[in-house]
């Protein structure tokens, strides 16, 4: 029998019908926190356990727009740890919620993340005791996405030649690790990324690397194309889902649905996998 934790990863794919193009996606809303940050949070936080980083009684901090912080606050009542989340004002009401369940303080900051952790940085060198295990610069999130959500594409994609693979830009995390791996076993596959267009920053849960930040963690060389797209357009490829398969996502997966599908009208026949974030239920 799993222990709680061990639920997290080997999430469903499925193939959304009726295009000319075959579209695959992977459902990470059915992990246990709701979202495919629970795969990183778990990776990072166990791994600096491993490395002695991390101990009985810390208190962890991260900044994040909702699903990290989530996923960490989860882990983290579950291991005995306290949690902070640092998180944007326009935070779902819902995760904020889950967070605070959860035991989290959850700080709201409207500054931008490059200002926010190097404050967090010298609060830990100045002795606060904080651990931060900073999901924009630690290469186990890429590692968790290398080691498990695209090993697990590649499993459940056999016998499928993969031409596409389209995801949003947060972290840079997913489709970092996710993109090595898929190049792997196809050589010729095209990586799209997915980001806000500028001025329309507000699709939760991507990011636009034009805002003058780029992830750390994230390997621009991988990615062979990026879309731009709008709140509305996340949203048209969210409510989609919602009222044509009966699948209830965010608007991060909104926006890679879209993506997915603008990809799929100038390449018939041809196979895109892309990967929805999160459920939907706590953007309601």
């Known amino acids: 029998m799993k222990t709680f934790l061990q639920s997290i990863g080997n999430t469903p794919m499925i193939q959304i019908e009726e295009f000319p193009s075959k579209i695959f996606a992977k459902l990470e809303g059915f992990n246990p926190g709701g979202s495919i940050k629970d795969r990183a949070a778990l990776k990072m936080i166990e791994v600096a356990e491993e490395e002695g980083l991390l101990k009985k009684g810390d208190c962890l901090i991260e900044v994040s727009s909702g699903n990290t912080g989530v996923a960490m606050s989860m882990i983290a009542a579950a291991k005995g740890y306290n949690m902070k989340v640092v998180v944007p004002p326009a935070t779902a009401p819902g995760k904020v919620k889950i967070m605070e369940k959860f035991g989290a303080e959850v700080i709201f900051d409207g500054r931008l993340r490059q200002e926010i952790i190097p404050e967090i940085k010298e609060k830990i060198a100045n002795g606060e005791n904080l651990v931060y295990l900073n999901q924009y610069e630690n290469k186990n999130n890429v590692i968790a996405h290398y080691e498990g959500t695209g090993k697990e594409i590649v499993e459940q994609t056999e016998g499928i030649n993969i031409d596409f693979f389209v995801a949003g830009i947060g972290t840079g995390g997913t489709i970092t690790g996710i993109a090595k791996r898929l190049k792997e076993k196809y050589p010729e596959i095209k990586i799209i990324g997915v980001m806000p267009q500028v001025g329309h920053e507000i ?82």
Request: no cysteine; proline share 6%; aromatic share 8%.
């Open 203 to 284: 699709i939760e849960g991507i990011k636009s690397i034009k805002e003058g930040f780029v992830p750390p963690v994230m390997d621009q060389g991988l990615i062979d194309e990026i879309y731009e797209l709008t709140e509305e357009q996340s949203l048209i490829g969210r409510d989609y889902l919602a009222s044509a398969k009966g699948i209830l996502v965010g608007p991060s997966s909104g926006a890679s649905m879209y993506a997915a599908l603008e990809v799929g009208k100038k390449n018939p026949g041809k196979s895109i996998v892309t990967v929805f974030p999160d459920r939907g239920e706590r953007y309601i």
